[in-house]
């Protein structure tokens, strides 16, 4: 049986996992950047260097063998699960092919896997035909011999069916054990459901149970994105805690030895708004228990590359590492040049700003008054809009304004009330009225 974790046997340490970002297994790590920055690339690209243990941005990995002698003994090394919950699959595959190219490998290797639960995966699930989640280029289960040898190697499994016996699943003993019904879950994906935070998460945990018994450990699991995994409230602490505990419970544990040996990776994006000035631990969308609960944050911001030279197919970006382990370290530069992203040599982008940057000071040319007249009149315009016999439902109101409560659209009557000087506006039994000043 492999160790748990790899040693250095001179100093009786574990090796690092990520040199200079992650210390130990059992970490999570957030990835957080804008919109379309190209996150997906970039996790793909640290998926194909944990496993062939290349270095990542300039970070090194452990290595792809816990023992310099596993490859020459035959015991597999070191795998890599990619969980993607939002790419198309050809799309995905694409990228990948081109990554390996310009990396160097004819060819992905054999410990990355992938679990594809996309909408395009779901709707096939919906309709009821039989195509597994899991599978790994070069080693496809198509056939019912191969169906047939997956499931020896889940103990005690069945295959069960839906009422109708359109759907052929998985249903392993450790699923019973969670009080978790996989036919309930199939029957709401099929009524129009999503997939919520738990299933993803236990059909992440079974796929890992049956590779563990072979011997194939995964010490890497990347969610891309975290969103897609997660459907409740961003802001809300103690469910966005909730989840994080559950994957951290569930998922970075290894279940052949019963120890921890596992670090896990959730993509995320930032919130709305300018985040030139925020701190990279506050960029990421929803509550701050993201950045207080992960180990690890990388937090990625887009610079203006209008002065650099050869920048017309590149994109650069400013790096912020947090980490309780390592040192933290900001503003390190990198380039994005598809399909890969390098760090920057000599002194490109030292003197690049952030986008956002210049971006706000083209916003806050304004002065507070004219903001305030500007709120006023689009108020008034959203009123005049939606107005019926001279009232407007405070459900309309918030739908215009893409708010939740009635507390938000009070706040601006208020704010557009002290901006005219009397109350313009009022809210009575569920509709806003507007009155003129007498």
């Not at 016996?165 to 999503?194: A, F, M, Q």
Request: charged share 30%; hydrophobic share 30%; proline share 4%.
């Amino acid at each position: 049986m492999r160790t748990p974790a790899i040693k250095n046997e001179r100093k009786g340490l574990q090796i690092p996992y990520l040199k200079g970002i992650s210390r130990a297994v059992g970490e999570l790590t957030l990835i957080s950047a804008p919109p379309k920055a190209g996150k997906t690339m970039l996790m793909l690209q640290l998926a194909l260097c944990m496993a062939t243990g290349n270095e990542w941005l300039g970070f090194k990995p452990r290595p792809k063998y816990s023992d310099p002698t596993d490859e020459e003994e035959g015991i597999p090394p070191n795998y890599v699960m990619y969980v993607n919950l939002e790419t198309n699959e050809e799309l995905l595959s694409y990228h990948l092919q081109a990554m390996c190219k310009a990396m160097g490998m004819e060819k992905p290797p054999t410990n990355l896997i992938f679990i594809n639960l996309n909408e395009y995966t779901q709707d096939r699930v919906k309709k009821g035909i039989d195509d597994y989640i899991l599978y790994s280029y070069g080693k496809y289960k198509k056939s019912d011999e191969d169906d047939s040898r997956f499931l020896d190697r889940m103990y005690d499994s069945e295959v069960r069916y839906l009422n109708d016996g359109s759907c052929r699943v998985v249903y392993p003993d450790l699923l019973r054990r969670e009080e978790y019904d996989i036919i309930d879950y199939l029957e709401n994906l099929r009524n129009g459901g999503k997939l919520r935070p738990k299933d993803i998460i236990l059909f992440i945990k079974c796929t890992l149970e049956p590779l563990e018994h072979e011997d194939k450990w995964v010490d890497t699991v990347i969610i891309d994105p975290f969103y897609l995994l997660y459907h409740g409230d961003e802001n809300d602490i103690v469910q966005v805690c909730d989840c994080l505990e559950s994957i951290k419970d569930e998922l970075t544990y290894n279940y052949a030895t019963g120890d921890i040996t596992r670090n896990v990776f959730l993509v995320h994006h930032h919130s709305k708004g300018n985040k030139a000035s925020t701190k990279s631990i506050d960029r990421s969308s929803g509550s701050n228990v993201f950045s207080r609960y992960c180990e690890t944050i990388i937090d990625l911001i887009e610079l203006d590359t209008t002065k650099e030279a050869n920048a017309d197919k590149r994109r650069g970006f400013s790096v912020d590492i947090v980490s309780r382990n390592y040192p933290s370290i900001n503003g390190y530069r990198v380039w994005f040049d598809y399909p890969l992203f390098n760090p920057a040599s000599g002194d490109e982008l030292k003197t690049a700003g952030t986008k956002k940057t210049f971006i706000k000071e083209k916003v806050s040319t304004k002065t507070a008054e004219e903001k305030k007249a500007d709120n006023v009149k689009a108020f008034e315009s959203k009123f005049d809009a939606l107005q019926n016999h001279g009232k407007v439902k405070s459900a309309e109101m918030r739908k215009a304004y893409n708010v939740k409560t009635d507390r938000t659209i009070s706040r601006y009557i208020e704010s557009v009330n002290q901006s005219v000087g009397y109350d313009r506006f009022t809210r009575e039994n569920g509709y806003i009225l507007r009155h003129e000043k007498k």
